[in-house]
């Protein structure tokens, strides 16, 4: 048994025997996330009576981290006075992230106890596109002005510090609050209390507009190290700031949906549980592929239907269609894979088009080469000499093999071209991806085994 097994066992035990005191015991030591994991597994009946026995800090810490259905669960047994409670304690981004996911009429009672200041607030942020950095950053961050003193600047984040984000970087912004520089507490730390902010602050600041795509900042911190990211208007004012919990949401999203897409899921934006979502969810995500992925396998029907005669002159030539089918296919997963991996780390672009198709053709040759060579040794020792199987002839084997090398070179060089196509024109290139190019590579596999089989074998 896994030590989270056991934890959460030992809480569901307290529970049933009204343990309250061994409840706030061993929930007093435990990470919110933590306690966001048992409360995920809990029973509806139990959910409220163990959110009420946590402390205060980490029950709001916990609601936040909990999926939304949970949420939902807690909101419509909470009293007013325990939502306003928890609604003190969030963070404005975190009250924004929960107002998105609720449904209209559980909105309109979390809003009813929101301060009107903290309501205009969220509904700015709410303002912003779905994918921008101004959806997902907070407006509580340490701004210092430059005049002021080390001595000063220490005072201030005392005063103000306590309910931001972050307090380790601080922003500098002139009167206008335009971002003019940043430095850390570490800056101030081994500053002398007299200098001014202006005089260590660092000037060469990397910021983001309001309306850049949030991936791109969720990338700039693997790219920099960041703890926060500063976002700024189009007049170069500090609006905000993205922190590194909120780039690691980003990125978790954004790998999940192009699971999704490579996987032939239609992504419904909601990252609930696998054991929370309902059975009629992943029909509606999974049908709409499968009904395009199964017409488009017509046309792998209609080629067969076209060699109909050919094959039944060599029907041996039928029982190597899966295996050329589905090594092409392989071979086009793992081209467009590495490829939309190094498009969605802005390691290519449009530009590197041929250079990605010349090192697709090259490892498609050498890839298609030593196939070819095992399959053929595998068809005259495997199938003629220890099955015995008369069919199976030399030129039968090098008709396959032959195939195996222009199926892997034309499945390498489509599904290296087609993720950068479409991130050329805009589509994701994550939809380009195992299913579109299987299919594709299905169809062009079988024309090339049988012009190929007709051509040698003489059909």
């Not at 969220?122 to 961050?141: F, H, K, Q, R, W």
């Not at 926060?228 to 170069?236: I, N, R, S, T």
């Not at 991996?341 to 198709?357: K, P, Q, T």
């Not at 002839?393 to 390498?412: G, H």
């Amino acid at each position: 048994m896994t030590e989270e097994m056991e934890i959460f066992e030992r809480i569901e035990t307290a529970l049933l025997r009204r343990n309250f005191q061994a409840l706030k015991a061993m929930t007093a030591e435990m990470n919110p996330a933590d306690i966001a994991a048992v409360m995920t597994d809990l029973r509806p009946e139990q959910l409220l009576l163990f959110f009420r026995l946590l402390p205060k800090d980490s029950a709001a810490e916990a609601f936040v981290e909990v999926d939304g259905d949970v949420q939902v669960e807690l909101i419509k047994g909470f009293t007013d006075a325990e939502l306003k409670s928890v609604m003190d304690e969030l963070f404005v981004d975190d009250a924004v992230d929960l107002i998105e996911e609720m449904p209209a009429n559980v909105v309109r009672r979390i809003l009813r106890y929101t301060p009107a200041d903290i309501r205009r607030t969220i509904n700015e942020l709410l303002a912003y596109p779905e994918d921008s950095a101004g959806s997902v950053m907070t407006v509580e961050y340490v701004d210092l002005k430059p005049e002021m003193t080390v001595r000063q600047a220490f005072a201030h984040i005392r005063k103000t510090g306590v309910d931001k984000e972050t307090i380790y970087t601080c922003y500098v912004v002139d009167k206008n609050r335009k971002l003019i520089g940043l430095l850390s507490v570490k800056d101030l730390l081994f500053a002398d209390h007299e200098d001014t902010v202006a005089d260590i602050m660092e000037t060469n600041v990397i910021s983001v507009d309001t309306l850049e795509d949030k991936e791109v900042v969720a990338q700039a911190f693997s790219k920099y190290n960041f703890i926060a990211l500063p976002v700024v208007d189009k007049e170069q004012r500090l609006v905000g700031i993205v922190t590194f919990d909120d780039a690691m949401d980003v990125i978790e999203e954004e790998v999940t949906e192009d699971i999704e897409k490579m996987a032939a899921i239609v992504s419904s934006g909601d990252n609930a549980p696998y054991l929370r979502t309902g059975v009629f969810t992943f029909f509606k995500q999974r049908i709409v592929w499968l009904m395009l992925l199964m017409v488009s396998s017509t046309f792998t029907s209609l080629i067969i239907n076209g060699f109909e005669n050919s094959l039944s002159t060599c029907l041996v030539l039928t029982a190597f269609i899966p295996m050329l089918m589905g090594t092409g296919g392989n071979a086009g997963s793992q081209a467009s894979v590495t490829v939309i991996r190094s498009l969605s780390l802005g390691e290519l672009r449009f530009n590197d088009a041929f250079r990605v198709i010349w090192k697709e053709i090259r490892i498609s040759v050498l890839c298609g080469l030593a196939l070819s060579l095992v399959n053929f040794g595998k068809m005259l020792l495997v199938d003629q000499l220890l099955f015995k199987n008369p069919d199976v002839t030399w030129t039968v084997a090098l008709v396959v093999s032959l195939s195996i090398i222009l199926t892997v070179l034309v499945a390498k060089f489509v599904g290296g071209l087609l993720p950068i196509l479409a991130d050329r024109v805009g589509i994701d290139p994550a939809v380009m991806a195992s299913p579109l190019i299987t299919t594709t590579v299905d169809v062009l596999s079988l024309l090339i085994y049988l012009s190929i089989a007709t051509a040698v074998l003489g059909l």
